[in-house]
């Protein structure tokens, strides 16, 4: 896997990922930003949410579930001192469908946390990380 950050002006920056997909960082006006884009420990985190709703979805795919939609919710707190990291994460999940089992979904859940989810796993090593969800069969 291979990506690219170029600096543009300021603090904002333009990522480039291996896969051909771009996107803008940038800091907030008190740290030199014009606030034209996403701060990279945003990034961080949503790529966690990305990276464990696309194991879930996956998971509740092959168990013939039929989500009709999902939405993982995140809430991060952070370190007071430098390094900033994260120190706790919550994913709330919230899933639509038919007749979706809540055995299934806490199922899928669980082994994307467990198993699955290289960036939740990784940032596990640093932060406590919790899950919970919601149903809404339509």
């Not at 961080?44 to 939405?71: A, N």
């Amino acid at each position: 896997m291979r990506a690219r950050v170029k600096w543009v002006e300021a603090a904002t920056m333009l990522g480039e990922a291996g896969s051909g997909h771009a996107v803008v960082m940038d800091g907030p006006p008190d740290h030199g930003g014009r606030n034209l884009g996403v701060r990279p420990m945003e990034m961080l985190l949503l790529g966690m949410g990305g990276c464990t709703e696309f194991d879930v979805l996956s998971i509740l795919r092959k168990s013939r579930q039929q989500v009709t939609s999902c939405v993982v919710e995140l809430e991060a707190e952070r370190s007071e001192k430098d390094p900033k990291i994260f120190t706790r994460i919550h994913a709330h999940f919230v899933l639509h469908g038919r007749d979706l089992s809540e055995k299934h979904v806490a199922r899928a859940i669980s082994l994307s946390s467990e198993k699955y989810c290289s960036a939740s796993i990784m940032l596990g090593m640093s932060a406590e990380i919790t899950h919970d969800y919601e149903i809404h069969n339509d």
